[in-house]
């Protein structure tokens, strides 16, 4: 997970089209031939989408930049730390 990664992600594109890519990425994991390189690239791919949709949220509640990063990063931080 890379905040620059998720703001890009999250200031460029839409929450219908970050979770629908995000849908199509999940369904290529469910399929058989997937190697476990590929699995762990998806991964982190959808573990940034996940985190634009999240920070959308912040965003759209009205939160600053400063804050919105700083909530995040407390966040991400917190649920590594479970």
Not at 16 to 30: A, G, I, N, R, Y
Request: proline residues 1%.
């Amino acid at each position: 997970m890379k905040l620059p990664i998720i703001k890009h992600l999250q200031k460029n594109n839409s929450v219908e089209k970050l979770q629908h890519t995000m849908d199509v990425l999940e369904s290529f994991t469910e399929h058989r031939s997937v190697k476990e390189e590929e699995m762990d690239v998806v991964g982190e791919l959808i573990t940034n989408i996940a985190g634009a949709i999240e920070m959308d949220k912040l965003v759209q509640s009205g939160m600053s930049e400063k804050d919105l990063t700083n909530a995040f990063s407390k966040r991400v931080l917190g649920s590594i730390d479970q």
